[in-house]
């Protein structure tokens, strides 16, 4: 059963960079049929497409965060990452990692998502 | 960008009861569209995809339909485990957008 993990720091101060990493088990990350996306939601509010990434790097990014976001893959340890640089408080979020198949996203598997509290 | 509104904001009803759901697209978006469920707490979870194809494993009392601009999902006869937030999400261009969601409460 394909599983996704997020971590990384709880807390992120302003200004700083938020760094997440979502860890895949139970298939491999290098597999040609899908792409590997991360989403977030503000506390009480809707969900907002961040980005998404295939295996041999290309990525794709929502445009209003595009200037500030990086995603990468490791391949080797079946990982990507998210990077959100000068990060505000309305970065505040729970962010989820999430497989979507092809270029479509349709998330059909989810990470458990985790609080990111930017806070000095 | 395409702007998804979904209608309505809540709603409350009984189990057994036939709901449906209604999102609009701000422009055509075709049949890329899906639905997830989300509960307190969890991540959402694929229901439809492409307007109107069941997940594997979601039960058959939930359906979707519609193309271009309007779409809607049913749920035949309401379960307890039914009560959650419903999301609309757009697949058809960049930046993919979500409703703002529906919240299903027990009546």
């Known amino acids: 059963q394909l599983q996704l993990q997020e971590s990384g720091p709880g807390l992120v101060k302003p200004s700083e960079t938020l760094s997440l990493t979502c860890t895949v088990s139970g298939g491999s990350i290098s597999s040609s049929t899908y792409y590997w996306g991360w989403i977030r939601q503000p506390p009480g509010k809707g969900l907002e497409w961040i980005g998404s990434i295939f295996y041999l790097g290309s990525t794709y990014y929502n445009p209003s965060l595009e200037s500030r976001v990086t995603i990468s893959v490791d391949t080797s340890k079946n990982q990507f990452s998210l990077k959100l640089s000068s990060v505000t408080a309305a970065d505040t979020a729970v962010y989820y990692c999430a497989r979507h198949r092809g270029v479509t996203p349709y998330f059909d598997y989810w990470g458990q998502g985790t609080l990111v509290t930017v806070s000095s | 960008d395409i702007q998804m509104t979904q209608s309505p904001s809540s709603v409350s009803a009984s189990v057994g009861d036939r709901v449906t759901i209604t999102c609009q697209a701000s422009?055509?978006?075709?049949?890329?569209l899906a639905w997830y469920q989300q509960k307190p707490g969890k991540a959402p979870k694929l229901l439809i995809y492409a307007a109107s194809s069941l997940q594997s494993g979601v039960p058959s009392r939930f359906s979707g339909s519609g193309s271009g601009t309007d779409f809607t999902l049913t749920i035949s006869s309401l379960q307890p485990e039914d009560f959650a937030t419903y999301y609309c999400q757009q697949a058809n261009s960049f930046p993919y957008s979500f409703g703002q969601g529906t919240k299903l409460e027990i009546k």
């Open positions: 422009q055509g978006i075709s049949s890329w």
